[in-house]
């Protein structure tokens, strides 16, 4: 029990810890508009700080951090922990919890716009992470409480690669309409599959009885496993007998983003964009598999009504692999789906945003719809207010700023502001959360793809 519970707690905090944020979709200027849409651009071409051009971080699924993290005794505990009792831990755990975290940092970033001040290019090396997890109800019960069952779907996918890419957009339509492409190159740095289809407990008078099955599916460069021996004399390993060094990359792949804008009424634009289509094909030398179908035994346990009393104390070997015969696979990237409508007042002051956003996930497909206000008063200055919500679980207010004179380009956007926060200034009481930060260089000519920014005299 104290190996799971150590797992489980690792993976909690990891994932509290950590895309794209919905309130940066209508931020206008912003470099970043582009990697929601490839068919938007910023008002003036510009280069990257190094690390500092785009960093989004964003978490999302069925819980709130309140439900993952305690604060007990000045500090933060998981649910795992022993100080938290069932009663707290469970109580707002739904039947299938869902944790996804996404991470994209901006190696190296510039762009500009040709000649005629509407056709935008833009290079960008982005190191990207996703990790999604699928823990049931039931798992907690059985860890919390000592609770028997059918335990079925435990899942945590891991994925980290280099994107290098390279965007191009332009009109048609007399610039009504503005096509846009991304193709990206994919370089696979390291992933990780756990999969647990059935973990079934039951407990009887004096003994647990454990059935599961499950597998482990790991690729990284300097790939290592210390290797130790069962009982019956079995080559077997566990996830933390496994050691990467990820210096080069063991999987190679291809994606596209497409996206288009479309105005419909000369205030009223229309945009649509999908993204990361595309998959990696990881190396099977680098590769490690793992199975685990065990049938254990624990006697010695006290049961009251149908539970045991106390939890029992037992080194859960459950963990415990032996080793599979590896493959090379090719997986999907969790694609993305962006719809967003805006409407412009006031001679391109303020505008009214509506946004639908689709997120394949591993597990689920996650929906989200975004209603913001954003004020731009001079074309180098935009203020975004946005209220989403999520699944229909609920909702969260999000805050962007971008400035970009002729010396800067900084944005940005959070919903975290005005969440309620522990004193280890930990965001509670939400269980989606975005942030979205950028720094970079104007260089170049300015778009002339808004009319109302156009000045006679804007050569550059």
Known sequence: MKKLSLFLAALL?????????????????????????????????YVNIPGL???????????????????????LVTLIDSSVSAADALANLESN???????????????????????????????????DAQLPYSLFEFIKRGQDGNISNIGIAVETYLEAAFSYS???????????????FLAGAARAQLNYDRFDVALDEERWVIDAAGRLDITGAGLEIDYGTNDRGEQVFKPGDIDLNPTRPVGYGFAVDLGATYDILPNLQASLAVNDLGFISWSKGDTAVGNSAKNLTFTGVEVVEGQAVPQPEFDLDVLEFTPGAAAGSTRMLRASINAGLEY??????????????????EFKTLHNI????????????TLTGSYSVIDNRGGAVGLALNLCPNWINFFLATDLLTSKHTPQWVPVKQSNMHFTLGIGVPIGKRSHRIAAYVREDDKR
């Open 13 to 45: 905090t990891a994932a509290g810890a950590a895309a794209q944020n919905p309130t940066a979709y209508f931020m206008e200027g912003s470099t970043l508009r582009s990697q929601f849409n490839p068919a938007f651009a910023p008002l003036r071409g």
């Open 170 to 184: 332009f009109p048609l339509l007399d610039d009504r309409l503005y096509i846009g492409v991304r193709g990206k």
């Open 53 to 75: 051009g785009s960093l989004d971080i964003s978490q999302t699924g069925n819980l709130a951090l309140d439900n993952i993290l305690y604060p007990r005794g000045g500090r």
């Open 370 to 381: 975004t209603g913001s206000v954003n004020f731009h008063p001079v074309r180098w200055f």
């Open 97 to 131: 919890n869902l944790l996804s975290t996404g991470s994209r940092v901006n190696l190296i970033g510039f762009g500009a716009f040709t000649r005629n001040h509407k056709n935008f290019w833009s290079f960008d090396l982005n190191l990207r992470a996703d990790m």
């Open 344 to 361: 412009e007042l006031w001679r391109h002051k303020i505008g009214i945003g509506l946004l639908y956003t689709a997120r394949i996930r």
